[in-house]
């Protein structure tokens, strides 16, 4: 049996740093490459400061988390699903002791009732000098 997929790129989500997709759709399930709270079509990363070597002076993790949230909507949307059809999110930190808790929050903002599962994990750096990024799985018709 062979499954066809098919890829998504979004119009409003930040361009990919590399050679992927925002998204690929499999069967009735959508699978979204890494997200991360960078602009489209803009430099400057929401909530980052960043010196001359463009290393991270400082960050808010609240603005970046609030930005990662509306880049997967928007690409979730442009793909034809919806915040609401999230299933799975895996969660990137650099720092979980100081940005854990800030994040808890605002996800239980986000997801007031019938949350998708979440496995949240610290790692030493991101592709580009961000603090979080998501990996999401939702249901698509």
């Known amino acids: 049996m062979t499954t066809t997929s098919q890829s998504f ?32 079509g803009k430099k400057k990363i929401p ?9 991270i ?10 930005s990662v949230f509306e880049n997967v909507r928007a690409v979730l949307e442009d793909a034809g699903s ?4 999230l299933v799975d999110v895996t969660v990137f930190l650099t720092n979980m002791k100081a ?8 996800w239980a903002e986000y997801f ?7 496995t949240t994990l610290e790692i030493g750096s991101l592709p580009t000098p961000i ?3 998501l990996k999401c799985i ?4």
């Open 9 to 40: 790129e979004s119009k409003k989500a930040p361009e990919p740093v590399g050679h992927y997709p925002h998204a690929r759709r499999v069967g009735n399930l959508l699978f979204l490459s890494g997200v991360g709270p960078r602009e489209r």
């Open 82 to 85: 919806s915040w609401d059809r």
């Open 57 to 66: 002076v400082s960050y808010d993790i609240e603005v970046q988390t609030r």
């Open 112 to 118: 007031r009732e019938n949350p998708p599962c979440r």
């Open 99 to 106: 940005d854990f808790p800030t994040y808890n929050r605002l």
């Open 131 to 133: 603090a979080i990024e």
């Open 138 to 141: 939702a249901t698509i018709d």
């Open 47 to 55: 909530g980052v400061e960043l010196d001359e070597q463009g290393n």
